[in-house]
């Protein structure tokens, strides 16, 4: 049974990432830098004697190489495809390297961003993850939905006087 639950868990984890973390939006965002600064390499590189980059194929290939710090693509040659070059590993790096460190903080802070005002999103999210909760947290869940129930009981009587 419990290899049955670990898919559902997984794409729980994968749609937690997508809706609650900024993942999406910087993947999409260094996608298109990445698209970018590589069409612009190839044109500050085309023509160029003995450049290495003769095609835009080679310029997508020189971006990955470049800002994933492998070091393995040739240097451009053109002073415009350097500095383009050198803008693009700093700032493809930061955003990369960004994008992790962004999404596992988000992922992992969001169940202690729960101020007292947002008590029904917790409780909602404590339903989501209901299969995963142990006891003591099922008792936990227990108590604030009760206390919750008395509040709004009170409320109502007290505004019905």
């Known amino acids: 049974m419990r290899k ?9 984890f994968l749609k937690d990432v997508s809706i609650h973390t900024p993942f999406n939006k910087m ?41 994933s710090t492998a070091g393995i693509a040739d240097a451009p ?3 415009a495809a350097q500095l383009l070059g050198g803008v693009w590993i700093v700032l493809g790096s930061v955003l990369f390297f960004g994008a992790i460190v962004a999404t596992v903080t988000a992922y992992f802070m ?3 961003l729960r101020p007292h005002k947002r008590i029904i999103e917790t409780i ?4 989501e993850q209901l299969e995963d ?11 604030t939905v009760d ?5 709004v009981e009170r409320l109502k009587g007290s505004r019905a006087l």
Do not use: C
């Open 4 to 12: 049955a639950t670990r898919p559902a868990r997984f794409r729980r």
């Open 27 to 67: 993947v999409v965002l260094l996608i298109l830098l990445w698209l970018g600064f590589s069409a612009s390499i190839y044109l500050a590189e085309s023509g160029v004697e003995g450049s290495s980059i003769q095609s835009y194929g080679n310029a997508l290939y020189w971006g990955i190489a470049a800002f």
């Open 77 to 79: 040659i053109s002073s």
């Open 110 to 112: 969001r169940p202690m």
């Open 124 to 127: 909602e999210y404590n339903l």
């Open 133 to 143: 909760l142990d006891i003591d947290e099922l008792d936990l869940l227990k108590e």
């Open 147 to 151: 206390t919750l129930i008395v509040h």
